[in-house]
């Protein structure tokens, strides 16, 4: 499995984009999928998932509200739109994947559980 991030750019504040992340080498709705961001010196933050099923995705709360994940099980890719942008979302976004997955469960943002990461897409906000 492999996943590749893609989207990310040079955006001013208030502006929005839309970030891509396709999987390849397997069938995108056998995973749950995740976004993760890392700022320059710090840890990385989880984001967003979304569960295998037709569940809704869930987004942290300190983040809920300009932050919107969703995927299409048809083109194999998750996408993570973000609204408002600020200086302090300028980071790297990962997406990655846990599967593959048979039963339907609740995603989480805990990086442990993943088991495929992206290598990431660099956001940068700045005017």
């Known amino acids: 499995v492999q996943l590749v991030e893609s989207g990310g750019g040079l955006v001013q504040p208030g502006g929005s984009l839309t970030l891509s992340c396709v999987l390849s080498g397997s069938t995108l709705r056998f995973y749950t999928m995740a976004w993760f961001r890392q700022a320059p010196g710090k840890q990385r933050e989880g984001i967003s998932c979304i569960p295998n099923s037709l569940g809704n995705a869930y987004i942290a709360d300190s983040l809920n509200g300009r932050f919107t994940m969703s995927r299409d099980n048809a083109k194999n890719t998750v996408y993570l739109r973000i609204d408002s942008l600020k200086p302090e979302d300028t980071a790297v976004y990962h997406c990655?994947?846990?599967?593959?997955?048979?039963?339907?469960?609740?995603?989480?943002?805990?990086?442990?559980?993943?088991?495929?990461w992206g290598v990431g897409a660099q956001v940068s906000v700045s005017s």
């Open positions: 990655a994947a846990k599967g593959p997955i048979i039963e339907i469960e609740d995603c989480s943002v805990e990086e442990s559980v993943y088991d495929y």
